[in-house]
């Protein structure tokens, strides 16, 4: 008599499952606009991923803030595509053709980006402490105790607690900016983007600035920033991209960009940069980035 027995098939390694990278925050793909007869971006390709910092520079005119805008919706674009969280921004698509969305359905999609300006855009007859709780009050409709209980945390945030009662023409330029960034961050959004947010500033504020956007970045804020403070992109970005007549025309790790560049325009951008600031030191300092 034949017994059979079942046996267990031998073990087989087990499977290596390859989770896909995890989406952009932030997705460009060739992405143009115009002003009537001048083509301001062309063809750009962009992803943000969370929790990175993308620094943009180059040239006044080359399209920086434009782009900035396109990403806030705060200007149309006239080809391509810009998706927030996976999801298109300002556009839909109706009967097979790309139309434009509602400003509702726009507010949607960019509904966690929160923006700084070069100009500080606070309301001069509010309080500090009320320039942030306005957005709270008026748009998330939080009751008033809970937006100053949050407005009140985004000044301590950004070291100014003690300024809650003053009125803007009372604090410095940097002091406004500050609330300014606190403002945005009381809307509690995934993603910050700064548009040359020290340019309006004389030069001894723009630190108190900068340490701000560094504690953003160590806190994992995912942020993309018009810049021109070398400095602060060669220490905080992940990512710098160079911009130049609409397009990248370089973009990579800051050691990439600002050590070994090749690209002849983009050399020519950082040598005027450091004559004209003597940000190219030399002797036993070496150089700052």
């Known amino acids: 008599m034949t017994v059979m027995i079942d046996l267990p098939a031998p073990a087989s390694e087990p499977a290596v499952l390859e989770v896909p990278p995890p989406a952009p925050l932030i997705e460009v793909r060739n992405l143009g606009k115009r002003f009537g007869e001048v083509e301001v971006l062309r063809g750009v390709d962009l992803d943000i991923g969370r929790s990175e910092v993308v620094c943009i520079i180059g040239p006044s005119g080359s399209g920086k803030s434009t782009l900035l805008r396109c990403l806030a919706a705060l200007e149309t674009y006239d080809e391509g595509e810009v998706r927030i969280e996976g999801e298109l921004l300002g556009y839909g698509e109706r009967n097979g053709r790309r139309v434009r969305a509602s400003q509702g359905q726009i507010n949607r999609v960019r509904r966690n980006i929160g923006m700084v300006f070069q100009q500080f855009n606070l309301w001069p007859h509010m309080t500090a402490l009320e320039n942030v709780m306005e957005a709270l009050l008026r748009v998330r409709r939080l009751p008033r105790a809970q937006a100053k209980q949050r ?19 009372k604090l410095s330029g940097g002091q406004q900016q500050r609330v300014a960034i ?62 130049d007549q609409g397009r990248i025309a ?34 036993s300092e070496g150089t700052p980035l």
């Open 182 to 243: 606190a403002r945005a961050l009381a809307m509690e959004p995934h993603i910050m983007l700064f548009d040359e947010p020290t340019s309006a500033l004389d030069p001894e504020l723009v630190g108190e600035v900068l340490q701000v956007m560094k504690q953003l970045a160590r806190d994992g804020m995912t942020m993309a920033v018009v810049t021109h403070e070398m400095g602060f992109a060669a220490q905080v970005a992940d990512k710098v991209m160079f911009i």
């Open 250 to 283: 370089v973009q990579g790790r800051p050691r990439e960009v600002f050590h070994d560049a090749e690209h002849p325009r983009l050399r020519q951008f950082l040598q005027n940069y450091f004559d004209r600031n003597a940000f190219w030191t030399r002797g």
């Open 151 to 169: 407005a009140n945390a985004m000044l301590d945030t950004v070291g100014l607690a003690h300024k809650g009662d003053a009125y803007p023409a």
